[in-house]
Structures are given as C-alpha cells and as structure tokens.
C-alpha cells in the first residue's frame, strides 16, 4: 500500500475504519453470547499490607475465554461492553459473583479482606450500583466492610455532586472507595478535598521503573505524601520486583499488588494456597 497515495489513501483508510467496525461488531455479538451464556471468569489477586506483611484483600479481575479467540483481554472488552451499554450486566455479574465468592475467600485467608470491584464510568453515573450492592450483600450474607470500590479520576470530571453523593452513600454502608490508576487521568485534586475516597492505588507505569528513573521515584513519593497528608491509604499496583518493594517501604506506601506476589488466580487456585506461607516469603 506504499503507492497508495491521494485518492487511494482514502480508500484504504476507509477499509480501515471498516474493518474495525466489522471486528466490534463482531465482538459486540460475541460479548452478548458470552453474557448470556456466563462465559466469564472471576480471577483475584492479592493484596498486602507492606509493614505487616499481612495479606488485606484481593482484587477481583474479570476474565473471557471465547472458543475461537481464546482469552480475549478486559482491556480489549470492557471498554466496547462500555459503549455498548453491556457494561450494566456484566457489572453486575461481577458484582453478584464477588459477592458469591467473598465469604469463601475469608474463610481459606483467615482473614477480615477486602474484595475490591472494578467499576466502570458508565455504573457510576447509574443509581442502581447502589442498590445492585446492597441487594447482593443481603443475598449472599455479605458485610459490605469486605467491599471496596475501584474508580479512576476521570470519572470524577463531571456531576460532581451526584458523584459524591452516590460515592458516601456507598461510604455509609461501609464501603471503601479506592481512586484507581492515580496520578494517569485528567482530573483535579480538588475532588480528593470533596469526594468520599479511602485508597489512592498508584498506577503500575510509576512503579515500572521506580528504582531506575528518578522522576518516577518523585511521583510515588509525592503521592504517597498527598494521601497521608489528607488521610488516604495508598496501594503500589504492578509491583514486580524486590528491589520495588524496598523502596515503597522506605517510602512508607501502605500496601502493594503484583507479579512479586501473585499474579490474579481463580478462586479455585486461591482456596489451596496456604497465606501463611506467602506471608514469609515477602521478608
Ligand atoms: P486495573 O484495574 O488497573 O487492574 C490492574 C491490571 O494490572 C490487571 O490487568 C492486572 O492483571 C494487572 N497486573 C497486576 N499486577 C501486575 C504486575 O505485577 N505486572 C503487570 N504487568 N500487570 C499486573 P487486567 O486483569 O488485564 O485488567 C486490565 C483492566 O481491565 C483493569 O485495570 C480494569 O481497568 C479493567 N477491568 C478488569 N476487570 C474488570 C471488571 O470486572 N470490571 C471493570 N469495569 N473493569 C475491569
Ligand atoms: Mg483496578
Ligand atoms: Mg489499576
Ligand atoms: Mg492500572
């Protein structure tokens, strides 16, 4: 397609656009099959406390597997099952099954965790998140205490007040709201000084390489002092080495999640992992 230039450049850009349309399209048909045959999968990885060494929550991490395409990533999926409008259901299945699995999960761990549940722009801005929680607790004898909630900073941009409002009705069942992939959106630190939040989770692209470039060090380190300084807890996501590890604590982060740990696991895999064992092995 190197000759293709001028009127033919169009032609190809518009086989492009085509093509992709074909490929969502398509993907849109396997999504709604898949919803309707309960294709998906619930994965949890673990999170720690890092001075106590103590295992604190998981969070819960949805997963497709589709026969032909084999697993096709939530990066890829969320976001068309988001403007689709199929991210209702599918939000609340995940909903549904943590709710389902949390009680297994303290009960294998021995310990009070947190689940914590990805939500999606489009559930935030429904009243019905609130009520699909607290209906999902009562049914499966849940404490929401075990719950926290993921959001990013971009969907705090707009209504901010009905954000807020559906953000401490959460917060008043006992909820915790964790600001998701910090310090990536486009948002304002005037919501932290208005909004309901608990846990700043720093996002994986500062841990990355937070022992070899100086500017990411700055980053974790000033964020880990804007949460305490406003009574925040901060969780470091992606951490996969020993070295990264070291250095958030000296930084004094509260807890991390990674690769150095546990990659996310099914259910299954959790219930036979002895957390006393894992325990030890971050000393
Ligand atoms: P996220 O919420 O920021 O989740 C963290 C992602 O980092 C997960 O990818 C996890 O598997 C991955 N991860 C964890 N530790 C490490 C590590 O040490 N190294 C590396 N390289 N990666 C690590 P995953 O499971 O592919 O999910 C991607 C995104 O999809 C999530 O990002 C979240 O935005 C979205 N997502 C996943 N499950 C759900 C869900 O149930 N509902 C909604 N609305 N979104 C979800
Ligand atoms: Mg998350
Ligand atoms: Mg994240
Ligand atoms: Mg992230």
């Excluded at 971009?154 to 917060?171: A, G, H, P, R, V």
């Excluded at 069942?173 to 486009?186: C, P, R």
């Excluded at 470091?236 to 020993?242: I, K, L, P």
Aim: hydrophobic share 40%.
């Amino acid at each position: 397609h190197v000759k293709a230039v001028g009127k033919n450049s169009f032609k190809f850009f518009d086989k492009t656009l085509n093509d992709n349309a074909i490929a969502n399209l398509k993907l849109e048909q396997k999504l709604k099959s898949a919803i309707e045959r309960g294709a998906f999968e619930l994965h949890y990885q673990p999170q720690f406390d890092i001075k106590t060494k103590r295992l604190i929550g998981f969070e819960a991490l949805i997963r497709w597997y589709d026969d032909e395409q084999g697993n096709i990533s939530p990066v890829v999926f969320i976001p068309l099952a988001e403007a689709t409008g199929l991210i209702d259901k599918i939000g609340k299945w995940v909903i549904t099954q943590v709710c389902k699995d949390i009680n297994t999960l303290i009960a294998h761990t021995h310990a009070n965790i947190r689940v914590a549940i990805n939500i999606s722009t489009r559930q935030l801005c429904n009243t019905e998140l609130v009520k699909t929680l607290k209906e999902s607790c009562e049914v499966h004898q849940v404490s929401p205490t075990n719950i926290e909630v993921e959001i990013t900073e971009s969907m705090l941009m707009d209504d901010i007040d009905e954000k807020k409002q559906l953000l401490q009705s959460l917060q008043n069942m006992g909820i915790t709201v964790a600001i998701d992939d910090f310090g990536t959106g486009y948002s304002s630190f005037s919501y932290l000084k208005d909004l309901p939040v608990n846990t700043l989770k720093i996002d994986r692209t500062f841990i990355q390489h937070v022992c070899e470039q100086v500017k990411d060090e700055e980053i974790a380190s000033g964020i880990i002092a804007l949460a305490h300084s406003l009574q925040l807890k901060t969780v470091a996501e992606g951490v996969e080495t020993q070295e990264q590890l070291s250095l958030l604590a000296q930084q004094s982060c509260d807890c991390c999640q990674g690769y150095l740990f546990s990659k996310p696991l099914p259910l299954i895999d959790i219930v036979n992992i002895n957390y006393d064992g894992i325990r030890q092995s971050t000393n």
